[in-house]
């Protein structure tokens, strides 16, 4: 099996509480930030990261583009190894969480990325206990030229707006956005953005109409539609996301529709954690492959595979 990753040489997650993680799918932070991002890729832990990776070692915290490539689906590992090399070390990919605010309580999501999950789960604590944040960026690296926003929800507050300021040659950055669509873009945003090489923003949706209102409590899709007539206006490229466990596998082909409507692209991936919502864990299994197995949707082959060998 081999394990290597680029992103070890040119990528960082930095999450709420100032924790930093090599991806995303991290569970385990490495290292934390105190706002400086310089020096985050030279750091031990990173350094132990591209010996383990070079040598083709597993790496705790790589499970799932290991699960994904053993089910012949392109993993995130695989992606980063076609657009990144692994000879030299510069921070050219950036994803951030400022914080966990969110207005939102999905189904898969807990306190740790939602305000709302927080206050939920914990009506009488504190009102600021529900927050988690980063500290303040002093620096952003020349070398950088992809930002990802992550959340909560990165619309709801200023701080990205913040970060872009900071970025010296946006003609030759791509911006991108993960947003559950229920805040549009203000004139200043929009003016902002117009500045930078692309626009992206990947609009999480994993139901069509009551649907995702019933697994992303506290949407409405009223404004997820009107959010995406923007985006269309806009002509910022728009990529609907999709999320598929066992409370939203009979909505997809309702969805299907609603994309093929819009022409955007679609992505989809199955939520292995919480365990107790993976698609694997729905009372008729069979029912649900068949039903999934007519459709035309993104990542099919693997979705069935992920079936096939859970139920083996």
Excluded at 77 to 91: G, P
Aim: proline share 3%; hydrophobic share 35%; aromatic share 10%.
């Amino acid at each position: 099996m081999e394990t290597k990753c680029a992103a070890f040489w040119h990528h960082t997650n930095i999450r709420n509480d100032n924790r930093v993680f090599p991806c995303c799918r991290f569970k385990e932070a490495v290292s934390t930030f105190d706002g400086n991002i310089q020096p985050i890729l030279f750091s031990e832990a990173y350094d132990k990261l591209r010996e383990k990776s070079s040598n083709n070692i597993p790496i705790t915290g790589c499970e799932k583009c290991y699960y994904e490539e053993s089910l012949g689906k392109e993993s995130l590992r695989q992606k980063f190894n076609k657009e990144y090399d692994t000879e030299t070390v510069s921070l050219e990919f950036l994803e951030i969480g400022f914080d966990n605010i969110c207005n939102l309580t999905c189904d898969g999501c807990w306190a740790e990325f939602s305000s709302a999950w927080s206050i939920k789960l914990n009506p009488d604590a504190p009102k600021n206990s529900h927050i988690r944040s980063i500290d303040d960026i002093t620096d952003l690296p020349s070398t950088i030229n992809k930002i990802l926003f992550l959340g909560g929800e990165p619309l709801m507050t200023n701080r990205h707006k913040r970060l872009l300021n900071m970025v010296a040659d946006p003609s030759g950055t791509e911006v991108v956005y993960n947003t559950n669509g229920t805040f549009m873009l203000t004139v200043d945003v929009i003016e902002l953005l117009r500045k930078f090489k692309s626009v992206e923003f990947i609009v999480s949706i994993d139901g069509f109409g009551k649907l995702n209102e019933q697994v992303r409590h506290g949407s409405d899709w009223g404004d997820i539609i009107e959010f995406l007539s923007q985006l269309r206006q806009l002509n910022f490229k728009t990529t609907i996301h999709t999320v598929i466990h066992r409370n939203n596998w009979h909505g997809l082909k309702d969805l299907e529709g609603l994309v093929r409507h819009l022409g955007v692209d679609w992505t989809t991936n199955v939520l292995t954690y919480p365990k107790h919502l993976d698609i694997t864990t729905v009372e008729d299994r069979k029912a649900c492959r068949d039903f999934i197995a007519e459709l035309k949707i993104p990542n099919k082959e693997y979705i069935l595979k992920h079936l096939d060998k859970e139920i083996a």
